[in-house]
């Protein structure tokens, strides 16, 4: 909400969404939400929160350890989430890190044959490293072990 406001060039304060308030005597805090609940925020509609109305709510029973406990339970959930976060990205950089170093690894190998095909002088050395050069690409990009074959022959039913 606030990033589309400040976008279509309207305020960039930080609106409020929720928060909580203490009363001494339940009586108090039961008058207070009929007073004010659905109300306008600020007394003249030309303000910044002119707009905004209040949304109260008495919750029997909620104490001030009930929400100590929510926020700090939100924050762990936060902090958990960030974790394994970093922890995949960290998994997805030594993944690549490892891919990079096999293919230059690869590489040497085929120069190396390269090299030596073109030492040996031969145009059918060359042709040979080349092809076998190709096989090995191939099989890097295959490491699935085929399955079995079907037994029996597929009908029209099973092609579906």
Sequence with gaps: MRKRRARAGGNKKVRFTEGWVEFLRR????????????????ASG????GSDLWGLKFLRRFQWHHLEEKLRYEEQLRTARLKSGLAEARRENEAYLR????????????????TRAGAEGGEASREAAEADIRAKRLRAG???TQTAPLSRELGPKDAE
Excluded at 46 to 49: I, L, P, S, V
Excluded at 99 to 114: I, S
């Design 27 to 42: 009586a108090d805090a039961k008058r207070a939400v009929e007073m004010l609940h659905n109300r306008p925020v600020a």
């Design 99 to 114: 891919r990079a170093e096999e293919a230059g690894a690869l590489a040497a190998v085929e120069r190396k044959k390269r």
């Design 142 to 144: 295959r490491n699935k």
């Design 46 to 49: 030309r303000g910044f929160h």
